[in-house]
DNA sequence: ACAATTTGCGCAAACGTTTGCGCATGTCAC
DNA sequence: GTGACATGCGCAAACGTTTGCGCAAATTGT
């Protein structure tokens, strides 16, 4: 009757250790009953009534550390992502985090903040720190450093990857994405497009070009001017890159931006050039924000599907942990198709 | 010159054991010199040469779980919030694994998803994890559980917070915020305000009713009419507070939305209404989104400081987790105030 | 040449688990 | 009464570290 409300349950102090000793059986015994291996080692039912008991008693957790010292499994995936204040990777990182945790795991968050150097860090700190698997939103060109890591746990990509490579990925369908985005702008009548692209080396960004160009170039219609320009996901970009072509003596009269933020600078200025959406200039964007809804006028956008690039590499991910061996029927390179949301703005 | 580029470095399986052997050192030793300990220890130039070279050309990293047995200390610390999706908890967890990771730590993520059970797990996963300490946005009502992991391993909250405890928080100065976004309403001219607030029984509500209240009573001005309505940080909530009220016989001339979720709600029922902002309505909103300075007209908003709250709240509780003993001179509950951002909608 | 001190390093225990193996005792068949 | 098998449980090693203690050899002092 006291012990089960004990005021003074240091909450830490307790262990097989404890355990047996107050029972009387032995550290093995008590480590099995409470693993639920009772049965299947024979242990009797008195044994197993005192100790879980007990253990329900003393409010005993088992200490994850030692386990995974001696079973080399921590149930712990390591996750980094380029900047957790981005909406869309919060997002993914919720989604993740959530689906993981039904799974029985708990996650490492690590945020590279572009920076390969802090992308080196924070793997190598995973590897360090015995993670059971990897999730990661790669920055930078090279794919040497996750190759070498994938070596030792198992690795998916998400939203970025690299080609020729072998590491599983699972992304947007970015060319599909350019190409519904501009599609939609020559549907609506748009005939001098501007694509404003984000970093010109990641292959989302070069999907994207690629789906734009061969939109245009597929459309039949020889009357369409297009061009792609600017250099980084950032509304400074988006800004600037706008500017320069309302200027110039030939001005678009749809933009394709290729994200959020560039999608903002580039309201900035065609508002500043007073300018109205979708009349004087159509404007389209890739990203998800609830925001954009909000705008004026709202924004019509390529959403990614987040939900699903989380899930799909959450579940490949511990397939690749838990599987009994890689498990052939298992497709390892993911692209998932973007859809289309209808604002106001073309 | 092979050896360090040895092609099957096989990343994982390196240990002091490994090393010992390589190079004829006991572990001990290898141990020591590896931590740097090895002046301190007496260890001889030879040795420190050999196994440092040693180290570096297999490329040596600790095994963060067994030192961690050893010595009861993780370098990580377990973060909590009520939905990582949401701007204002990703950018505080941002800046808290950033600040973090500057001071050796990693974190272990949850997202509560504003449900007690799961803060509950999320806690308790936490204490097995055997993690340094825990900084926690809270949910619910009662501070019991958070007070007794307290007991086991130093907490910090942030921004929310439990009246009546000692459990240590750094959080918004609510009572200032509607304090002073209140004033800012009357300052403009507004007579008939209307607050909607979120979830009523936490603090930072609570706080802010509060400040809103005063503000209107000390005035000075006897004509201002002011109500409070509204339950949830969501923008249903804001939209139909909004609408119930524009649709009433006595309709607000301006609105004070508690968070940003409630703003949106509002901002699409007056639009609905066909109001105009701010001459025939005036809105302020309660925290920090970029986008706010992209909608028609930009909002006027209380800015959290949200970056102070994160810096703040790690110091403290590196301080606790690697202070000797709790130096006295530390303040454990600290509100910081936030401060107003003009757009042009009010 | 011998004691005292310093220098350089290793032994072994410990952290809290899990698990292969095997030892008692009890039960049954004959 | 003996062998065979089932039942119930414990011993001890192992996972990769850290660290208190102490021992041997080298150096110094006298």
Redesign the interface.
Known sequence: MDSETDPEA???KESLQTISERTGYSVSTVSRVLAGKGEQYRIGRRAIETITAEAQACNY??????K??RTRK?N?IG?TVP???N?FF??L??II??HL?GLGY??????T?EAEEMEA?AL??F????VDGIIAVPVGESPEMLE??S???PVVLIDRYFPDTTLPYVCTDNYYGGLSATRHLIRKGYRNLLAIQGVLTSMPNKERVRGFEDAVRNSGDKGIRYAVTGDGFSSENGYESTMKVLESGNPPDAIFAFSTTIM?GA??AIREKGLKIPDDIGIISFDN???LD???PPITRIEQPAPQIGRTATDMLVKMIEGSQMEDSMEGQISIRPFLVEGRSC
């Open positions: 240091m909450t830490s957790r088992p200490d994850l550390i030692a995974g010292l921590t712990t996750l900047g957790i204040d909406p919060s997002n990182a919720s985090t959530n945790k708990n996650i490492l968050l690590a945020d903040m860090d190598n700190s590897l360090s720190r015995k070498r890591i070596r030792s746990v903002l309201l900035t924000n609830r925001f909000y705008l004026d």
